[in-house]
């Protein structure tokens, strides 16, 4: 059973623009959403991460917008850069007491041309 | 740079040979995670440790793995018996359980993995 299902697979944004990704969840008891971005070979970096009291939070060009009765968050990348091209992850935990396990969409590979 | 670090980097064997990787986490960090992340796919939770006890393992964490924390430091994940299905990424994250960010014990931050290859 995918508990967090990540859209699309894969996107192609000119320079400049707006990249979004989207993650959906089953599980209403998670209660934290990260984002991470990883390059190939590498592991994955935490880039920002949000929790179910706000429905936005941005850090830079980085924004994380949560629906919690939709059960859906998104990642918004402004001004998009050749830089920023990479696999995107988005990640869920529950219970802050609790292991905190992450559990992983499949990941957007984001590809912006110059 | 005080990140997690792990080793080796890569690894290749042969089948039914024991492989065994290390991951060190960020110093001041109480947990740790390993995660095993197959081409294409996001990382799966295999196990994890609270300073030096497991506190938890995955369906996932066949009886050919183990995973010690001996002194609540470095951490080593063992696969005995390798298999070609075992071929992917073992990666390893750290977080202060209980410690100061503002996001309390939430925020995990991994290694660079050990890639192996099981040929």
């Known amino acids: 059973q995918q508990q967090v299902k990540q859209s699309p697979q894969s996107l192609i944004v000119q320079k400049g623009g707006i990249s979004i990704i989207n993650c959906a969840y089953e599980n209403t008891a998670f209660d934290y959403f990260p984002w991470y971005q990883q390059f190939p070979g590498k592991g994955p970096a935490l880039l920002i991460a949000?929790?179910?009291?706000?429905s936005e939070k941005k850090e830079g060009r980085f924004t994380i917008s949560f629906n919690k009765s939709a059960k859906q968050f998104s990642l918004h990348i402004m001004d998009s850069q050749p830089g920023d091209s990479a696999t995107y992850f988005c990640a869920a935990s529950k219970g802050i007491q609790g292991a905190q396990k992450l559990v992983f969409g499949q990941g957007t590979r984001l590809t912006i041309n110059p | 740079d005080t990140g997690v670090s792990q080793n080796p980097r890569h690894k290749i064997t042969k089948r039914g040979q024991n492989v065994t990787f290390r991951c060190d986490p960020i110093s001041e960090h109480n947990r740790l995670y390993w995660y095993r992340q197959t081409l294409g796919q996001g990382p799966e939770f295999l196990t994890y440790f609270q300073n030096e006890a497991q506190l938890e393992k995955s369906r996932l964490l066949s009886d050919r793995f183990s995973a010690e924390r001996p002194k609540g430091s470095f951490s080593t994940l063992e696969i005995q018996r390798t298999e070609q299905g075992d071929s992917a990424m073992y990666l390893c994250?750290?977080?202060?359980?209980?410690?100061?960010?503002?996001?309390?014990?939430?925020?995990?931050?991994f290694g660079p993995g050990t890639r192996l290859t099981v040929t």
């Open positions: 949000i929790r179910p009291d706000v």
């Open positions: 994250a750290s977080s202060s359980y209980g410690q100061g960010t503002k996001l309390g014990p939430l925020e995990q931050y």
